[in-house]
């Protein structure tokens, strides 16, 4: 079974309050918004120019800072120092509370508490053994002979005598006495409760019966019915003054005047999110026809003179100048390294050959094959 779809709501009908508030209230807030939102996008494209120009190098320098003075030297203390010296104090300290708290008490342990906790065991057998064979023949087995004694004793001057007793004696005489019950106390309860208690307790039934129905009646129509009569008429009274004129008001001034309200409101509203769309797209056009005017006044002329003469002459001077100077510089380095590299040797082979003259030449010492 397929549903119909629900026909589209039409669209409801706006009122001529709506249509004779919306304008104006539109163009008094336009003129309100328009200067807020150009303010607005002025902050905002200073505090992006702020961000891109000065906070992001600030943060990048102190980031490079703090790695480079605190973090690196920090690690470093850290992997070289600090470390290899905790671990050192913590094997000292290990060694030291081993020595102190743990080695004498395993020894007195091993050495001195398990020989002792072992003798004491076997002497503790040896006594356990001697005094549960004296408690158990001098005095379990005593105790339980006379209890058994006594258990007979008892049996032979009350149990056997109650015993015939009851059945001799007591069992007659109750049975006698049942015989009495049931014949002067029973039956003549039972008949008094039959033949006189019985219509008695019906007359008073009766009797309740018809005074509890007057007095009902008397309190029904005596005090229930004027009570009913009275609530009625005072909640009928504040009706009158009070929820009557309440309704009255709610709906024929509240309800006219909040749905008023409502659609001033949302007037306001409206007008308040096309104003800021409206100043938007008018903040955009001028912030942009200003951008494009300080680029063609500022920025174009600087992107040509870069372009067009201080790139070419630093190319020329890199090229012409500085490159050819670079290596004069680094061809005479390479000419006074040469010359200095001369003068070691030439000192360094001077020093030996006078070594040589007046000490002699060293006397190298034969090697010995299998020494290797």
């Not at 300290?93 to 080695?103: D, R």
């Amino acid at each position: 079974m397929t549903v119909a779809p629900r026909p589209a709501a039409p669209p409801e009908a706006e009122g001529c309050l709506a249509v004779a508030v919306r304008w104006p209230v539109r163009v008094v807030v336009l003129l309100l918004v328009v200067p807020v939102r150009m303010a607005w996008d002025a902050l905002v494209a200073c505090g992006r120019v702020l961000r891109r120009v000065l906070w992001q190098p600030l943060v990048r320098g102190l980031g490079w800072l703090a790695h480079t003075f605190v973090a690196v030297p920090a690690g470093r203390l850290w992997r070289w120092v600090l470390a290899p010296v905790g671990r050192g104090v913590g094997v000292a300290l290990v060694w030291l509370g081993k020595a102190l708290f743990v080695w004498p008490w395993v020894a007195l342990w091993r050495h001195v508490l398990t020989p002792l906790g072992h003798g004491l065991r076997a002497a503790a057998r040896g006594v356990g053994a001697a005094v549960v064979w004296l408690v158990r023949y001098g005095l379990v087995v005593p105790v339980v002979a006379l209890w058994t004694g006594f258990v007979w004793l008892l049996r032979v001057l009350f149990v056997w005598p109650a015993q015939w007793m009851y059945r001799r004696l007591l069992t007659p005489a109750g049975h006698g006495l049942s015989w009495l019950w049931r014949t002067l106390l029973v039956l003549p309860a039972v008949w008094t409760y039959a033949h006189v208690l019985t219509p008695l307790g019906h007359g008073l039934r009766a009797a309740a019966r018809g005074i509890g129905a007057a007095v009902v009646w008397l309190v029904r129509y005596g005090l229930v019915v004027p009570v009913v009569a009275l609530w009625t008429g005072f909640v009928w009274l504040l009706r009158a003054l009070f929820v009557w004129p309440a309704q009255w008001t709610y709906r024929w001034l509240l309800t006219p005047l909040g749905r008023a309200l409502a659609v001033v409101g949302r007037e306001i509203r409206d007008a308040f999110v096309m104003a800021w769309s409206a100043a938007g797209r008018i903040s955009r056009a001028v912030f942009g026809f200003l951008g494009r005017l300080l680029k063609w006044i500022f920025v174009a002329p600087v992107v040509q003179v870069w372009r067009h003469v201080v790139r070419p002459a630093g190319r020329g001077l890199r090229d012409h100048v500085w490159r050819p100077a670079a290596g004069a510089v680094r061809e005479a380095g390479r000419a006074v390294r040469g010359a200095l590299a001369a003068a070691r040797a030439s000192a360094r082979q001077t020093r030996a050959e006078l070594r040589r003259a007046l000490f002699g030449a060293p006397r190298k010492e034969p090697r010995d094959p299998l020494s290797r």
